[in-house]
């Protein structure tokens, strides 16, 4: 929740739109190119987007070049999310757990 709060107040964002995760998330490992995965969400884009709405866009490192280079060319606004880490170690019998923990922190433009 924090994000969207982020997102409204430094964003100027109003309105929230999803795209299709599964697209996104399930983008073959063993595919060569990630072309022919990415052009529902483009095509997407392309019907609903306008010039200067904001996509915040983070992943695979290839499909996430790929998207911010299309979101550039339609006059969109590729952002992405950074967050503070913090890890701690809880010690359980003989076992030790990790916890991790992300805290937003803001978006930034690529």
Known sequence: MHQMNDAKACLTVDKFVTLPTES???????????????LPLKAQLLAEAK?????????????????????????ML???????????????????????EFEHVRFRKY
Do not use: C, H
């Open 24 to 38: 996104w998330s399930q983008i073959p490992a063993d595919f060569e190119t990630v072309d022919s995965s990415l």
């Open 51 to 75: 010039e200067g709405d904001i996509l915040l866009v983070q992943g695979d490192y290839g499909a996430t070049f790929n998207m911010v280079q299309f979101a550039k060319e339609i006059g």
């Open 78 to 100: 590729p952002v992405y999310a950074t967050s503070r880490r913090k890890v701690s170690e809880v010690a359980d019998g003989e076992k030790i757990k990790t916890i991790r």
